[in-house]
C-alpha cells in the first residue's frame, strides 16, 4: 500500500460528461474560480487541483465522445 491516496485511480470509470460545449464553458468557470486562490495555501493548491484534474477529465471524455474515439 502506498503512503498516500493518488490524485487519480486509473482503475475507475471514466467521468460522465455532459456535451463538449458545457465541458467547455464549466472548464472556464473553474479556471477562473481556481486562478483566484492562493497559490502559498496548501489547501487551495489541492482543491485547485483536485478540481482542474476532474475537469480536464471530463472535458478530455467530452472531446473523446464528440469525436466517436474508441479509449
Known amino acids: ?13 471514466a467521468p460522465e460528461h455532459s456535451s463538449l460545449d458545457v465541458e467547455i464553458a464549466v ?3 473553474i479556471l477562473a474560480e481556481t ?6 495555501s496548501d489547501h487551495d493548491m489541492r482543491s485547485a487541483a483536485f478540481a482542474l484534474n476532474c475537469r480536464v477529465r471530463a472535458l478530455l471524455a467530452a472531446v473523446v465522445a464528440e469525436r466517436g474515439e474508441d479509449r
Open 27 to 29: 472548464t472556464r468557470q
Open 35 to 40: 486562478a483566484r486562490l492562493n497559490i502559498h
Open 1 to 13: 500500500m502506498a503512503g498516500f491516496d493518488p490524485l487519480h485511480d486509473e482503475t475507475r470509470e
